[in-house]
């Protein structure tokens, strides 16, 4: 199976940025629809973006749209999240995930594999 490891977590006070990555391992990267969750203390797991196999589509989550950019290199197995304007709401544990379907779109049981994430802390 494939393993995604993420990374780029930390903190970051409010109105900052910060770039999450997610490494994958194998040679089938491309063959998944991919998507970033979070969760928060207290809280279930929460979409927040995905990205289709070639990077050409995204969607993203009401919260988080016009903030955060979800982006792929299929030739170096990795995912990306780009986060703007972060607020102390965003912080979370942020969890990398792949979809061999690709048919749930926000929906977490649709994905196959899962990171083990990484903490976002967004300071006010």
């Known amino acids: 199976q494939v393993q995604l490891v993420e990374s780029g977590g930390g903190l970051v006070q409010a109105g900052g940025s910060l770039r999450l990555s997610c490494s994958a391992s194998?040679?089938?990267?491309?063959?998944?629809?991919m998507g970033w969750f979070r969760q928060a203390p207290g809280k279930e797991r929460e979409f927040v973006a995905t990205i289709s196999r070639s990077g050409g589509s995204t969607y993203y989550a009401d919260s988080v749209r016009g903030r955060f950019t979800i982006s792929r290199d299929n030739a170096e197995n990795t995912l990306y999240l780009q986060m703007n304007a972060l607020k102390p709401e965003d912080t979370a544990v942020y969890y990398c995930a792949a979809s061999i379907s690709g048919t749930g779109r926000g929906i977490s049981g649709r994905y196959d594999y899962w990171g083990q994430g990484t903490q976002v802390t967004v300071s006010s």
């Open positions: 194998g040679h089938t990267f491309s063959s998944y629809v």
